[in-house]
């Protein structure tokens, strides 16, 4: 099946300072959606991006789909930033979405 | 006005025993899932179900069945509970847009 594989696993930043979190998926995909799960627990729909760039605040996400890459830059980086990232992929049609492992970011003040 | 709402938020039960966990969405989607995530934050896909007809599932223990009464719906019913199967399971839907997912059930099995 496709593989995800996201960068780095864990990351801890100081406030303010900007990262790039990684994805890596093994097979073409009709879409890739970035989720942040925050301390609470809940899962946050970040970005829905089959290609090209968005932007929204402090976050933006740029996924080149020809290279089966996606990149999701935090500028800026708050303590309300912490949590897991997810990277996930929609194969084809009704298929579910395949979850990579995630980037734990903590950031510090 | 919650788009993906599931219940209970906790649940603590004893090995062996039948649980159930519901969710319904309101945002009119054709396909809901239910995904489990592990001690690690692994999530795994368990079940989708689209316009009511199960069309994936993924290996998982016959002790757990998806009931979906209409659209709308997705309940995770789980018999014999095993100490394994403590995770907190997240409900999802998804139409012509991004996956939604619900804020978890956090099933503890003593």
């Known amino acids: 099946g496709i593989q995800v594989e996201q960068s780095p696993p864990d990351l801890i930043l100081q406030e303010g300072a900007n990262s790039t979190l990684r994805c890596n998926f093994s097979?073409?995909?009709?879409?890739l959606q970035w989720f942040h799960q925050n301390p609470w627990g809940q899962l946050i729909n970040l970005f829905y991006?089959?290609?090209g760039t968005k932007q929204n605040g402090r976050l933006s996400a740029t996924t080149v789909a020809t290279e089966r890459y996606s990149l999701l830059y935090i500028s800026s980086s708050q303590t309300t930033d912490s949590g897991v990232y997810f990277c996930?992929?929609?194969?084809?049609?009704?298929?579910?979405?395949?979850f990579g492992k995630g980037t734990r970011l903590s950031v510090i003040a | 006005d919650t788009a993906v709402s599931q219940t209970p938020k906790y649940l603590v039960t004893q090995m062996g025993n039948d649980k159930s966990i519901k969710c319904e969405q309101n945002?009119?989607?054709?396909?809901m899932y239910w995904y489990k995530q592990d001690s690690k934050k692994f999530l795994k896909i368990m079940f989708s179900?689209?316009?009511?007809?199960?069309?994936i599932n993924e290996t998982v223990p016959n002790r757990f069945s998806p009931k979906s009464p209409d659209k709308a719906h997705l309940n995770l019913h789980i018999n014999s509970l095993e100490l394994g199967d403590s995770a907190v399971y997240f409900c999802?839907?998804?139409?012509?847009?991004?996956?939604?997912f619900g804020n978890g059930t956090r099933l503890t099995v003593t």
């Open positions: 097979d073409s995909v009709n879409n």
């Open positions: 945002l009119g989607h054709d396909t």
């Open positions: 996930a992929v929609l194969y084809s049609g009704n298929t579910p979405l395949v």
């Open positions: 179900y689209n316009n009511k007809e199960l069309i």
């Open positions: 991006i089959p290609s």
């Open positions: 999802a839907s998804r139409g012509n847009s991004p996956l939604h």
